[in-house]
T-cell receptor
């Protein structure tokens, strides 16, 4: 079964505010994590990734935090814009690089203008 | 342009009919994947292939078949044995043997007539 889950299925934020999307994982052997953004009717797009030897990684307006102690992953989006409205998935790679990623169910982010 | 292409964008299936979804990539990736996504749901793994002429079942392989005769191509056949085929089908690929990002195609929506 799935080992990756999300705390919140939907999230509504005001335009310009920061968004935080959370993800819990259960496999302590997972060594690589990815966040994807999926707009309606499209394939998931890579946003940012992080390896297990890091606890924070920043991209353009996005930051991923990894807390291995509690097996928690979060995606922070700064100054959320209407174009950020989408479903966000976390995914984990459990050990071997040949193992398929395991995906969480997703969080829908709605940005209120 | 480099990337993953899926065709057709929409596909209609009649009762008892087999249909084949195309997935092509020119990224020189070794590993390719097929996922099924139902409305409001996450991604479920159907089949994956790590190298040419080899593939493994995912979590929901029943009613589906694949082939991997060429590195760049990984077609998925939805057989008549799949009783509930209506879904959004996503193909992905990545460099094999390492924990790296999977990149997704734009998807094919399959509908039953």
């Amino acid at each position: 079964g799935e080992s990756v889950g999300l705390h919140l299925p939907t999230l509504s934020v005001q335009e310009g505010d920061n968004s935080i999307i959370n993800c819990a994982y259960s496999n302590s052997a997972s060594d690589y994590f990815i966040w994807y953004k999926q707009e309606s009717g499209k394939g998931p797009q890579f946003i940012i990734d992080i390896r297990s030897n890091m606890d924070k990684r920043q991209g353009q307006r996005v930051t991923v935090l990894l807390n291995k102690t509690v097996k928690h992953l979060s995606l922070q989006i700064a100054a959320t814009q209407p174009g950020d409205s989408a479903v966000y998935f976390c995914a984990e790679n459990m050990g071997s690089g040949n193992t398929p990623l395991v995906f969480g169910k997703g969080t829908r982010l709605s940005v209120i203008a | 342009d480099g990337g993953i292409t899926q065709s057709p964008k929409y596909l209609f299936r009649k009762e008892g009919q087999n249909v084949t979804l195309s997935c092509e990539q020119n990224l020189n990736h070794d590993a390719m994947y097929w996922y099924r996504q139902d409305p409001g749901q996450g991604l479920r793994l159907i089949y994956y292939s790590q190298i040419v002429n080899d593939f493994q079942k995912g979590d929901i392989a029943e009613g589906y078949s694949v082939s991997r005769e060429k590195k760049e191509s990984f077609p998925l056949t939805v057989t008549s044995a799949q009783k509930n085929p209506t879904a959004f089908y996503l193909c992905a690929s990545k460099i094999g043997g390492t924990a790296e990002t999977q990149y997704f195609g734009p998807g094919t929506r399959l509908l039953v007539l």
